[in-house]
């Protein structure tokens, strides 16, 4: 006797900053997932898959995290990076020996690929000249 089975896919393996939705064991034939990022990941790859006769079409998506790149140069300033230059990383500025900051210390990636607050600068130190008069 022939015999019919129900096609099924499994869920999709938990991807590094990703979610999707509905999120379930199991899937049935023609039925769609949607892949979406977390805050401070960017898609790579569809944001759907659908379930079929030999399982799920296509490859899976990727999530990237948000690279905020590097800080832009700071004349007479000093950039370090924690650890790297994504999402909620911290970028720390020091300026040169004779030169006063003006601005944060720190900044921050952002979500969207930003250093939060605006880069600071690195401003000569004034220095004063004392004049004696003799008489």
């Not at 991807?15 to 898609?43: A, Q, W, Y």
Request: hydrophobic letters at 40%.
């Amino acid at each position: 006797m022939p015999n019919c089975t129900l096609i099924k896919c499994e869920r999709p393996l938990n991807i590094t900053g990703m979610f999707i939705s509905p999120d379930k064991p199991v899937f049935l034939f023609s039925e769609f997932v949607t892949f979406e990022c977390r805050v401070g990941f960017i898609l790579n790859g569809s944001t759907t898959a659908e379930c079929q006769e030999l399982g799920w079409n296509g490859s899976f998506p990727s999530c990237l995290p948000v690279d905020c790149g590097f800080v832009s140069l700071i004349a007479h300033g000093l950039v370090s990076y924690v650890a790297g230059t994504t999402y909620q990383q911290e970028a720390h500025i020091d300026c040169e020996l004779g030169y006063n900051l003006t601005g944060s210390h720190t900044l921050v990636c952002d979500s969207t690929g930003v250093w939060a607050s605006s880069v600071p600068t690195c401003n000569v130190i004034g220095t004063a000249i004392m004049v004696f008069w003799q008489v």
